[in-house]
């Protein structure tokens, strides 16, 4: 999203080295085309692997999780306006074949919380797409803790300070 620049600069900034990777067919999320692609640029990831997503970018980390061996996990994973079941209000059947081919499957909460020490879930009081309840789904399937912000609806701006603060948290 456009934050993304802006975030990527602030944790340089603090001495964090950042990957960002571009996904294909941004337009187009899909599963087959972007969960490699982060798996490519990831590489082997380890204690000091920490991801950030956001709206589409969390399922894709999610399923990007589903796919790593047993016994390897990331420093951990922010998760900003994500959804694990279901988003709403999309605009024609284009956009809601995509967003339930993210959910057609049940993901594999145990096996993904194996991988994450620990996460945050962040989300908008008025986000028009993701709902709160899946801020549960996120506590509860994997251990997260949930940030609700207000008034930021789907964490669009050009700066996030709420997502500053919650990677810093994350990181620390």
Known sequence: MDWFPWLAGELKNRGYEIVAPQLPKAEEPRKEAWVPALASAVGTPDAETFLIGHSMGCPTILRYLETLPEGVTVGGVLFVAGFLNHIKNLENASDEEIGHSWTDAPYDLAKIRSHVPKSIALFSDTDIWVSLDNGDLFKEGI????????????????????????ALKLLS
């Not at 609700?148 to 700066?159: A, G, V, Y």
């Open 143 to 166: 251990g997260s803790e949930i940030i609700i912000e207000h008034d930021r609806e789907h964490f669009t701006e050009s700066e996030e300070p709420a997502v500053l603060a919650a």
